[in-house]
């Protein structure tokens, strides 16, 4: 799989800004089988497992408006905890094709 580097922003209702710096990569061994659909459009579904590695990073962007304001509902980040480490990754799909 490719490498995926991506940025989000989330804001909640208080709010206060975030940033997430989120990169991955991955490795899969994937195997799957083309269904006879006697057109020229044909079916193919595969499976595969592999692993996966993320890189997350997350700050505050804004001050607290207030000092008594609430904590963030951690949630919301529960994708994207901060750290590295390695996850399993099990990738899996439908695909229409055109045969030629």
Sequence with gaps: DPADST???????NYRK????KSEFGFNIKVGHQLDTRTTVGVEIFMGLGIKYKNVSRKQLTENFFEDQEEIDATIFSSDEP???FRPAIPMGLRLIVLV
């Design 18 to 21: 975030y940033d997430i710096d």
């Design 7 to 13: 940025q989000y922003v989330y804001s909640n209702v």
């Design 83 to 85: 750290g590295q480490y």
